[in-house]
């Protein structure tokens, strides 16, 4: 058997595969939990970037400036070493959940902090270029209607954002997905990390007693075609609603 069939071998294990399909459910919950907790906060950025002109709340348009532009140029992997080191973990977090041990808990905790912080960041840029392109005309709708300011926000320039927004949000979250394969360098147990487990201990699963470049191939190559398949797939998504999006503009026009 060649060095190449032996690392094949490895992707024959039942018991491989469930470690990595484990692995990348994590994928998964950390980055829809980036994803919607950053849409969250990205939003009340974005809003007070946008809204916040006064005298007495200039200093929130600038707070939140800062935020945005100090994550949002800065690398992710810086953010998510600092996290590690310094960002605090809750006594929840401190303890064994969802089959992992407390060790692993925390570190996913942390770096799960880090990418939320710097997902929203980028978020709350595309969310205000949102909010930028309703027309100004809409606020004075709302308020002839008898809305104050929260509400014509909520019920009328917010859904408007959004769906604008749609494409560039969903293009994110590919993004976000990639960028979850960072927090492989803090020993966290998303799919990359897995990989790179798994790949320290080939030997014992290629039948050959031995790591063989082979395997970081396979390895590897196996990861590129998961991520590609599921990135693949939304980028697809996006187009469609984009085509949608064209679509429904003619139909106005």
């Known amino acids: 058997m060649s060095e190449f069939e032996a690392s094949l071998s490895i992707l024959r294990n039942p018991a491989i595969w469930s470690y990595l399909l484990r692995g990348l459910m994590f994928t998964f919950v950390i980055s829809v939990i980036a994803v919607v907790i950053g849409i969250l906060l990205g939003s009340v950025l974005a809003l ?3 809204y916040c002109t006064t005298k007495k709340t200039w200093i929130f348009k600038a707070l939140s400036a800062i ?10 992997l810086l953010w998510i070493f600092i996290c590690l080191v310094f960002c605090p973990c809750p006594s929840i977090f401190n303890r064994q959940l969802f089959g992992l041990t407390s060790v692993e808990t925390k570190l996913l905790f942390k770096a799960a902090m880090a990418l939320i912080l710097f997902t929203s960041s980028v978020i709350a840029e595309i969310i205000r270029g949102g909010l930028n392109a309703v027309p100004q005309g809409q606020f004075e709708a709302g308020h002839s209607q008898g809305f104050h300011t929260v509400s014509t926000m909520v019920y009328i320039i917010l859904p408007q954002a959004y769906k604008n927004v749609i494409p560039t949000l969903l ?3 590919i993004t976000t997905i990639k960028d979850s394969s960072y927090l492989a360098n803090v020993a966290t147990i998303e799919l990359m990390a897995r990989m790179k487990k798994l790949l320290s201990s080939a030997n014992m699963y290629n039948g050959t007693g031995r790591i063989n470049v082979s395997d970081v ?13 599921i990135n ?14 064209k679509k429904v503009a003619r139909v106005v026009e």
Do not use: K, M
């Not at 935020?67 to 992710?76: A, D, Q």
């Not at 390895?219 to 398949?229: D, H, Q, S, T, W």
């Not at 797939?233 to 996006?238: G, N």
């Open 48 to 50: 007070v970037r946008n």
């Open 67 to 76: 935020y945005i532009e100090v994550f949002r140029n800065t690398p992710l």
């Open 171 to 173: 293009s994110q979250v």
């Open 217 to 229: 191939f396979v390895l590897f190559g196996c990861a590129a075609i998961i991520y590609f398949i």
């Open 232 to 245: 693949f797939s939304l980028s697809c998504f996006v187009r469609y609603l984009q085509g949608r999006t």
